[in-house]
């Protein structure tokens, strides 16, 4: 048993090493994705150009529209704009949003008489109008406790943002992103590696020796699992060094559940790879079957407690749901062990249940 | 003497396609069996069964007394087998895939070095020890992978097209070093769509569409011809032989190179028959009695097999 396993490794490290085009993509996709994705995906908006109708035209409007302009998420130079051009502009896509200042702007200010500011916002994109219309609300309200005495402030709520206090959002994605990468980069190298030996016939050629398909497995997995683990490393450094992402927890801890993780998505490769002929179908397979389920259902974009009940079981059995929250966790709020053993033991338990299951379903004949 | 492979009734079908049907025969301890016939004759189907990486639909195949539907391990243990194409891995050296397939079989570690050796000074691969399979030549990739499955020391040895795209100097010297194998002892059974490789075995098969025309040795075989046969050579004909073919005396006309082969009834008069066919060539032909080859036979037993199935 320990000899033929040994010797498999053996030679899927001479695999490894003889094909250094491949060991240069495994190692260099990563970082290219980790880079494309990582400025791509970001929810927070910057630049929001805005167009404004001065009805007022006095020194106070002036002053609410350069309170627009200096915050840093508006872009500088506002549009002055005619009201029967909005709709124009809106479709040419040259503001996101216009602001209206009525006639009684200025008189208004420091009495009891209230006027009101006009937001007119293109929300063609929901997540785009929100964001325009929380930041404009928030302008305002500055501006308001500048210029408006009077203001009666009954109370206020005063937030004070935990772990992530700039709300950037590069925070949120970049824990998955490596969640995704990983799974997506691991099952890849495994589905391959064995298809491989289908497509060539090495296969046929292994399987009439005494081997076992529990040595053949864990022969695949073992030497990908360090690979998988240096995939990790650099994922996760280029991540805190391009993007700036906190490390706050143990920097163990982490690498003992990104092991817990690679070994999950090697093993899931495994069983793709029991079902694939060729190299071709390994691949497209496996891409199929991580990226669209990690990126839609594990919490990676869209939180699992707003899905319906059916997408919510798919998203209980996907591995990478368990590493997201327990990277974030250790990487944003430095959450140790203590809280996180349950998501860790069931990813252990994926992992052990999928390589059995790719073991009794490997086929040690040719049909 | 007990028969160290026995297939009885042997079919297989994928989906629709009936690959082997109802296929019988017995390999003896140290004889080198042939598999002869052309592609999709089932040859490939019966080796891969044998060697337990196919499951028979029907029949009984065993291999040293054992069954190869179920006892897997056992088979694949004193088995060697080589697949039509080349299945080593090119990135690794001669040596490694040496040394591979010697920790898969579990290869006492004391004896390797010997045994590759061995293995080394009759594949006159030692200077290449260190060379990539995948650079090799065609016939050495064969003679690396014939070692490979000899490394075991195997009772049997299963070796499906080993010659198929080889260089001619190869294949005699890869017939040459299968028949010191058979010296030594071990079992073979080769497959070949090549008739004049089938000579070199002890007793072939003649595989046709599944089954089985006939077995035999080469020498009885070729006796069994109860036809009398004559070469008409002569390489200006460049005509149409169904004349000759009509002719009430000839059974069947073969085009063979540069060369007619016209197969006639038994008790045909030579010199009749060179006046029928000068008559229908309009021209004076010289007709040579000849010694039929395997081809002659093979040939003839399809064609009696189309016969019986009009």
């Not at chain 1, 609410?64 to 704009?81: K, T």
């Not at chain 1, 298809?195 to 040595?215: C, D, F, W």
């Not at chain 1, 690979?227 to 280029?238: R, T, Y």
Request: net charge negative; aromatic share 8%.
């Amino acid at each position: 048993m320990r000899r033929r396993l040994i010797a498999i490794i053996r030679k899927e490290f001479i695999h490894i090493f003889r094909d250094w085009r491949t060991l240069m993509i495994i190692i260099l996709m990563p970082i290219m994705m980790i880079v494309l994705y990582g400025y791509a995906i970001t929810l927070d908006m910057r630049n929001i150009s805005f167009g404004v109708i001065d009805d007022a035209r006095t020194a106070e409007s002036r002053a609410l529209v350069e309170a627009f302009a200096e915050n840093g998420f508006f872009r500088a130079w506002p549009h002055e704009v005619r009201r029967a051009d909005i709709e124009q502009l809106f479709m040419q896509r040259d503001v996101d949003v216009v602001i209206v200042i009525p006639r009684e702007f200025s008189e208004t200010l420091g009495t009891d008489r209230r006027s009101s500011i006009q937001l007119i916002i293109d929300a063609a994109d929901s997540n785009v109008g929100t964001f325009v219309h929380n930041y404009s609300e928030q302008v305002l309200q500055i501006y308001n406790r500048r210029m408006n005495g009077k203001l009666p402030v009954l109370f206020e709520l005063s937030p004070r943002i935990f772990y992530n206090p700039d709300m950037n959002s590069t925070n949120f994605f970049v824990p998955g992103l490596v969640a995704l990468i990983l799974m997506l980069i691991s099952a890849l190298l495994t589905s391959i590696a064995i298809a491989r030996e289908k497509e060539t016939g090495t296969m046929e050629q292994i399987l009439v020796s005494p081997v076992h398909a529990r040595e053949i497995v864990l022969g695949k997995v073992l030497p990908y699992v360090l690979l998988g683990l240096l995939n990790a490393a650099m994922i996760i450094v280029s991540a805190r060094i391009l993007f700036d992402v906190p490390l706050r927890g143990s920097l163990l801890l982490l690498g003992l559940m990104s092991l817990a993780y690679v070994f999950v998505a090697l093993s899931f490769g495994l069983m793709i790879s029991t079902a694939a002929r060729t190299q071709l179908v390994a691949m497209f397979g496996t891409l199929m079957a991580t990226i669209l389920p990690t990126i839609m259902l594990s919490g990676f974009i869209f939180p699992i407690d707003s899905m319906p009940p059916v997408l919510q079981y798919i998203a209980n059995v996907l591995p990478a749901t368990y590493f997201l929250i327990i990277i974030r966790a250790i990487m944003l709020k430095g959450v140790g062990l203590e809280a996180l053993w349950s998501q860790a033991l069931i990813l252990t338990g994926i992992g052990i249940l999928l390589i059995a299951a790719a073991t009794r379903r490997f086929r040690m004949r040719l049909e | 003497m007990e028969p160290l492979v026995s297939v009885s009734d042997f079919s297989k079908s994928y989906g629709s396609v009936h690959a082997v049907r109802g296929l019988s025969f017995d390999v003896h301890p140290g004889e080198l069996f042939g598999l002869i016939g052309p592609d999709g004759a089932g040859k490939t189907t019966t080796m891969r069964t044998l060697v337990t990486l196919l499951r028979p639909d029907a029949g009984t195949l065993t291999v040293h007394g054992r069954d190869v539907a179920t006892e897997l391990k056992a088979i694949r243990s004193i088995t060697g087998y080589m697949p039509q194409r080349f299945s080593l891995y090119p990135d690794l050296s001669v040596e490694q895939n040496l040394r591979f397939f010697a920790d898969l079989f579990a290869v006492p570690t004391d004896e390797l070095p010997v045994r590759i050796e061995r293995l080394y000074r009759f594949s006159r691969l030692q200077p290449f020890a260190k060379r990539l399979a995948g650079r090799l030549s065609g016939g050495m990739k064969q003679k690396l992978a014939l070692s490979c499955t000899l490394i075991h020391n195997p009772v049997l040895l299963v070796l499906d097209e080993p010659t198929t795209g080889v260089d001619p100097v190869s294949r005699t010297e890869f017939w040459e070093i299968l028949r010191e194998l058979r010296e030594e002892g071990v079992t073979i059974v080769v497959s070949t769509p090549y008739m004049d490789e089938a000579l070199h075995c002890d007793r072939i098969a003649i595989l046709h569409n599944g089954r089985a025309l006939a077995m035999g040795t080469p020498a009885e075989l070729i006796r069994g011809m109860q036809y009398p046969m004559y070469a008409l050579h002569d390489d200006e004909i460049v005509m149409d032989y169904t004349l000759i073919e009509k002719l009430p005396e000839v059974r069947s006309v073969q085009t063979f190179g540069d060369s007619l082969h016209i197969t006639v009834e038994i008790d045909t008069d030579a010199e009749r028959l060179q006046r029928h066919v000068s008559a229908v060539v309009e021209k004076d032909v010289l007709l040579k009695r000849i010694d039929p080859s395997l081809e002659d036979v093979f040939i003839a037993h399809i064609e009696e097999e189309a016969a019986h199935a009009e």
